[in-house]
């Protein structure tokens, strides 16, 4: 079923991003399975990941629908991002990184160097995304101020923009590898800089770091419409009238 789950998650997500998939179209399960060749189970457990990657959102009544999004909206969320958590790690250094926030993030920096190490020589990025999100909460949580972490909760309900999102195949090739190991080599490098109360520096490697997860993702948004990946897909009805005007259609547009 894994395997199931990892193809279908790759085809819906590329068909999103594409634009194949408009927002405010409609997932509907039975429609999907049978088009995909899977049972309803792994389809469900597909549409889940797409939600934690902010694709997707859960409607009220039951199901999903494809969230609004452009690539200049994400980053520009992302940027924001980068300027709030780099206030946060500022605070963290200066106020001295507790012994509790201390071993979380240690051992998030460690877990994210196991999978780069991993023997098969293969890093599983759903799992490294776990670690990321991880790494990010503790190092906001650690910062004390409830009202930046309120700001940042909010900044991250764009669509694709939170560092829970991931716009790469399961196993990412290695380009994709390269990105990943940056990622984590900027995630120790704050944290040093924390434990020796840095908080400027502190504060510049995570607006760098917000930076490059920027940039990542805008290229990979636009290789992915670039190939036209996922044609049109008939199994998906629009929301009423009301609904889809929160969700136009030149949301998904190409930035210029």
């Not at 395997?3 to 085809?11: A, G, L, S, Y």
């Not at 669509?159 to 790469?168: D, K």
Request: charge should be neutral.
């Amino acid at each position: 079923m894994a395997t199931q789950i990892i193809k279908v998650v790759d085809e819906l997500r590329e068909a999103i991003i594409s634009g194949a998939l408009q927002p405010g179209e409609r997932i509907i399960e039975l429609q999907f399975s049978a088009k995909l060749g899977v049972s309803r189970t792994p389809l469900r457990l597909a549409l889940a990941e797409l939600e934690r990657e902010g694709l997707l959102e859960r409607r009220s009544s039951r199901g999903f629908r494809v969230r609004a999004f452009s690539a200049n909206e994400i980053a520009d969320a992302i940027e924001v991002r980068g300027a709030l958590e780099g206030m946060a790690a500022r605070l963290v250094a200066e106020r001295g990184l507790d012994s509790e926030s201390d071993a979380l993030m240690k051992a998030s920096v460690e877990k994210g160097w196991a999978l780069m190490k991993h023997p098969s020589g293969k890093i599983d990025a759903f799992a490294w995304r776990t670690v990321n999100a991880e790494f990010h909460a503790v190092l906001v949580a650690a910062c004390g101020n409830r009202a930046l972490e309120a700001a940042i909760a909010a900044n991250n309900n764009v669509a694709f923009s939170g560092p829970g999102a991931l716009a790469l195949q399961h196993y990412p090739d290695d380009s994709d590898l390269a990105l990943l190991r940056r990622a984590q080599e900027d995630h120790e490098a704050v944290y040093l800089a924390l434990k020796m109360r840095q908080g400027g520096r502190a504060e510049g490697l995570m607006k760098e770091h917000a930076w490059r997860s920027s940039a990542n993702r805008r290229m990979k948004m636009a290789a992915i419409r670039a190939a036209g990946a996922g044609a049109a897909t008939p199994a998906t009805t629009r929301e009423s009238a009301d609904e889809s005007q929160a969700c136009p259609r030149e949301c998904m547009q190409d930035p210029s």
